[in-house]
């Protein structure tokens, strides 16, 4: 079992940044998909970026391509989100996932954090 938490979420002025954070422990593997997925209220869950393995480049969904940047650092355990220039659009709650090699689909990843709130305002 993978167990992941994010931390960092929080209220930000629109053109802001916040940088929000996942710890992750258990399985560890350098074959592990990692990334990040949110939920704007009353709406589903959309994938926001994904890292295929340690060391590959992490893959950006069109609407936050060149605003945010994800890392990821297996040997100590965390992924990174670092959001800039946030629009209201980007409100919600941010997950950060673990599934295995190839995931992509929601229902792809196995192991799921508790989520943290993003909220932009105008």
């Known amino acids: 079992q993978v167990q992941l938490r994010e931390s960092g979420g929080g209220l930000v002025q629109a053109g802001g940044s916040l940088t929000l954070s996942c710890a992750f422990s258990?399985?560890?593997?350098?074959?592990?998909?990692l990334g990040w997925f949110r939920q704007a209220p009353g709406k589903g869950r959309e994938i926001v970026a994904l890292?295929?393995?340690?060391?590959?480049?992490?893959f950006y969904e069109d609407f936050v391509k060149g605003r945010f940047t994800m890392s990821r650092d297996d040997a100590k355990g965390e992924v990174h989100l670092q959001m800039n220039s946030l629009e209201p659009e980007d409100t919600g709650v941010y997950y950060c996932?673990?599934?295995?090699?190839?995931?992509?689909?929601?229902?792809?990843?196995?192991?799921w954090g508790q989520g943290t709130q993003v909220t932009v305002s105008s």
């Open positions: 890292s295929h393995w340690s060391g590959s480049n992490p």
């Open positions: 258990g399985r560890v593997s350098g074959t592990l998909a």
């Open positions: 996932v673990a599934g295995g090699p190839g995931s992509y689909y929601e229902h792809e990843f196995a192991y």
